[in-house]
């Protein structure tokens, strides 16, 4: 999920909602769930109830998700350049 999120490293403290994160990865429900699980145990996500939908659950990056990520990024910048060409 990390590399897949913006493009940019996500300003500390900005949240996404889990049900708008479905249609963006194309992960089902229960597989982005698992996924949110394991980077939640690793420390690099944390999730929040919705204050307003206690059905909703929001993530968003800890310090730790944000630094992987922002030194993730152009590893992946790199490799997509070189397979899909500049």
Do not use: F, W
Not at 22 to 42: D, F, M
Request: proline content about 5%.
């Amino acid at each position: 999920m990390l590399h897949l999120l913006a493009t940019a490293t996500p300003p500390s403290g900005e949240q996404c909602r889990v049900q708008n994160l479905v249609g963006r990865l194309h992960l089902s429900q229960s597989a982005l769930s698992r996924l949110i699980a394991r980077l939640e145990k690793n420390g690099l996500v944390e999730r929040s109830t919705c204050p307003t939908d206690r059905r909703g659950v929001y993530v968003q990056l800890t310090t730790r998700g944000r630094e992987l990520h922002a030194e993730t990024l152009p590893v992946q910048r790199a490799a997509l350049a070189r397979a899909l060409g500049d």
